[in-house]
T-cell receptor
């Protein structure tokens, strides 16, 4: 799977939007862009994924650049419960049962 | 979404003993399960891929005789840490792949993790 690059940490004020960037310049045409997050002492939790078009769900929005070399996870109103490590992961949709490979992610701190 | 459980959630054992961790997919059948390990302040590291009814595939550097994996059914995989030592203390996380027949895409769902402390 292609590599992703994320900032080590970010900080946000509560109830403000948060934009978490991810660069994936070597993405292939069949790679899905996944976002997972991990709260302290818990397993990773699925947030959102997409291929080419922007995606919205109840948790977040995913904005994908036109050339697909970068993407941004958008939390519309950060809460204290959103403090977690956010992982941007590429996974080939043709990869069958290949596992998700985690990078270092971005540690998001939310300030009250 | 699909639910994956792990048991126990935390375990403390003495050095030299063996510890078994269970991973269950509660509402779907998982032909493939994955085991990860996570040390403090680090990311998840894949240890092995477990396929139902066959031998697990271990990542480079992971001792297969120390970390025994059994995937006897479509809903249960177990990881046994044999002769545990303090350096095996870690957060062990399993995940299960849910094959979606319509899209053909295998989503991966994670358990809550098991914190192992070896004294």
């Amino acid at each position: 799977d292609a590599k992703t690059t994320q900032p080590n940490s970010m900080e946000s004020n509560e109830e403000e939007p948060v934009h978490l960037p991810c660069n994936h310049s070597t993405i292939s045409g069949t790679d899905y862009i996944h976002w997972y997050r991990q709260l302290p002492s818990q397993g990773p939790e699925y947030v959102i994924h997409g291929l080419t078009s922007n995606v919205n769900n109840r948790m977040a929005s995913l904005a994908i650049a036109e050339d697909r070399k970068s993407s941004t996870l958008i939390l519309h109103r950060a809460t204290l419960r959103d403090a977690a490590v956010y992982y941007c992961i590429l996974r080939d949709r043709l990869g069958g049962n290949t596992p998700l490979v985690f990078g270092k992610g971005t540690r998001l701190s939310v300030i009250a | 979404g699909a639910v994956v459980s792990q048991h126990p959630s935390r375990v403390i054992c003495k050095s030299g003993t063996s510890v078994k961790i269970e991973c269950r997919s509660l509402d779907f059948q998982a032909t493939t399960m994955f085991w990860y390990r996570q040390f403090p302040k680090q990311s998840l590291m894949l240890m092995a891929t477990s396929n139902e009814g066959s031998k697990a595939t271990y990542e480079q550097g992971v001792e297969k005789d120390k970390f025994l994996i059994n995937h006897a059914s479509l809903t249960l995989s177990t990881l046994t840490v044999t002769s545990a030592h303090p350096e095996d203390s870690s957060f062990y996380i399993c995940s299960a792949s849910d094959f979606s027949g319509t899209s053909g895409y295998n989503e991966q769902f994670f358990g809550p993790g098991t914190r192992l402390t070896v004294l």
